[in-house]
């Protein structure tokens, strides 16, 4: 059952994405003219986490903040805000207060 089904899943990988590969996770282009996509896995330190309130936290980028909320198995930005500082800090908890009375 387990070797029908990795076949069935690499036969539709193949048909539907024949010229994508992932070669750090071990998946080998299908086609000889593949592309190759080198995914990163963003990892966020605890550090750099300026806010956080119910689902909803704040990062601190290079370039202001960012405002994302948590999901089942991932997070997701939900607004950017292009202002450093106080200010930037300021405006994000400002966009997470918007968005909690909004509901999302």
């Not at 024949?18 to 998946?27: C, D, H, K, M, R």
């Not at 080998?28 to 300026?50: G, Q, V, W, Y």
Request: charged share 25%; proline share 6%.
């Amino acid at each position: 059952m387990v070797k029908w089904l990795a076949s069935l899943v690499k036969e539709v990988v193949d048909q539907s994405f024949p010229l994508i590969a992932f070669p750090q996770f071990g998946v080998e282009p299908a086609a000889p003219n593949c592309r190759f996509f080198h995914m990163e896995a963003l990892m966020t330190k605890e550090s750099d986490i300026a806010y956080e309130d119910g689902p909803f936290w704040v990062l601190q980028t290079p370039k202001g903040f960012e405002v994302y909320i948590n999901g089942i198995t991932h997070a997701t930005r939900c607004a950017r805000i292009g202002y450093k500082g106080e200010d930037g800090l300021k405006r994000a908890i400002a966009e997470v207060n918007r968005r909690k009375l909004i509901g999302r």
